[in-house]
DNA sequence: CCTCAGACTACACGCTCGTGTAGCAAACTA
DNA sequence: TAGTTTGCTACACGAGCGTGTAGTCTGAGG
């Protein structure tokens, strides 16, 4: 029962079939998008039978989200085990893969509960991995901390929010396993890249041109460019 | 009557009043979630009168994609004019704001032609500054070059796709003219830390494991760290 | 054999929402 | 003044969809 993932009926419960139709049609159409009759074929059962099992179309929605975020945090303990996992939150989420990784990809842009949560805790983890590696451009608690680990746990995640762009124009599925580690060859050269970038003439004044990292968590007074 | 964006009704016909009501509420609920209704209520006119101008939801979705599109293209050309535009593209949607910015981030994930349209424009203009720049490691129109660009989109454009997520961590809209520059002065900093960090030990190790860039086109044969 | 529970289906109700129709009022034309 | 266009509303129809109800089938326990 735990290694036939890519079957979509055999062997599984109704209510498992049902779950997975469900992941996959809320990812595909969203919440509001997708009918219950249209995940009801797709499980290959009635829709009387959702409402047995799940009690309305939103409880259905409450147990996807809780099946998901679920497998999430199982690969995400599993690869805390391994260390590298540098800021490697989103990196745990293109691991675990499948049917859920979409769906939470889509939650996050329709705004549920539970997305907002995983949101936070992937920002939470950044922000500490930016505090212990770079305690002065990055003391914890800092605007510019907070800040930066928004907009980095924005820019991960944001991969797997518009994986069907990516897609489209890597031709392969980055969210397939085999496909995965694409992902973060590519990462890894943008970011040496950019920096490189940022250090020549052209990036140098438009970093320049930007404020100051204002450590300070007021309004910035307007000061000069202070980091390094 | 053009410099009074922010007042909802005032001094606009009837169709630009619907317009941008639309905008607001696809933005927010999706196409699917928006009722003809509630653009109605919000624009202070009859579901009618949408109808009389628009024909129907899906013909008021296509005027906002060629709406919001055009005030980016507007605001695109005129961000061309000065130099600075790095890879500035998502720049430029920053500094357009408003409701565009919003429908177009959900359009980006809700998948519309014009929407996919945007991202592949996006993606080229990547491809472009990064073949300009480097050429040796992103050759143009080698595989690499390509998986850099779409995922460089992607970071980019998943920071206003997930805007709502970074606002509540950063408590103020990132989309607000006067704090867009903190997202600027964040990703500078981001790039730079993490090329710091990529050439650590720790950092290094995660770079190693991946594939090489794999300028070739084929699945990559193991070959060690190619890059710099 | 009876029964009781759980998995599952068929079917109908009622609401929401997009669309269609008819018509009013003001502005412009002649 | 009459005619026409344009901006706009009120109201009703019909389809889609979530939900509710009743009932069937299978299997386990006594």
Redesign the interface.
């Known amino acids: 029962m735990s290694s036939t993932p890519p079957n979509p009926h055999e062997d599984l419960t109704g209510r498992a079939r049902i779950r997975d139709a469900a992941l996959e049609v809320f990812a595909q ?2 919440v ?2 997708a009918t219950v009759q249209a995940i009801a074929a797709a499980a290959g059962v009635s829709t009387g039978l959702i409402r047995h099992h799940f009690g309305s179309k939103e409880g259905l929605r409450e147990a996807c989200d809780a099946y998901a975020i679920g497998a999430l945090l199982e690969q995400a303990r599993r690869g805390m085990e391994e ?2 996992a ?1 800021p490697g939150f989103a990196a745990s989420m293109y691991q675990a893969g499948g049917a859920s990784v979409r769906y939470l990809a ?1 939650a ?4 549920s509960r539970s997305a ?1 949560d995983l ?2 805790a992937g ?1 939470d983890l950044t922000e500490r991995f ?1 505090a212990e ?2 305690p002065d ?2 003391p914890a608690g800092a605007r ?1 901390t ?14 797997l ?6 897609s ?3 031709g392969a599925d980055p969210l397939a396993p085999e496909h995965v ?19 020549g003439e ?2 140098g ?3 320049e ?6 450590t300070a968590p007021t309004p910035p007074p307007p000061r000069e460019n202070s ?1 390094e």
């Open positions: 159409r969203g509001r998008g260390d590298a540098a889509r996050l842009v329709e705004g907002s949101f936070d920002a930016l590696r770079w451009r990055y510019s907070r800040d930066a680990a928004a907009v980095m746990s924005a820019m991960h995640l944001g991969t929010v518009l994986h069907t762009h990516m489209r124009r890597m580690p694409r992902i973060g060859t590519a990462m890894v050269g943008i970011y040496t890249s950019m920096a490189d970038f940022l250090t052209q990036g004044r438009l970093a041109s930007l404020p100051a990292d204002g980091d």
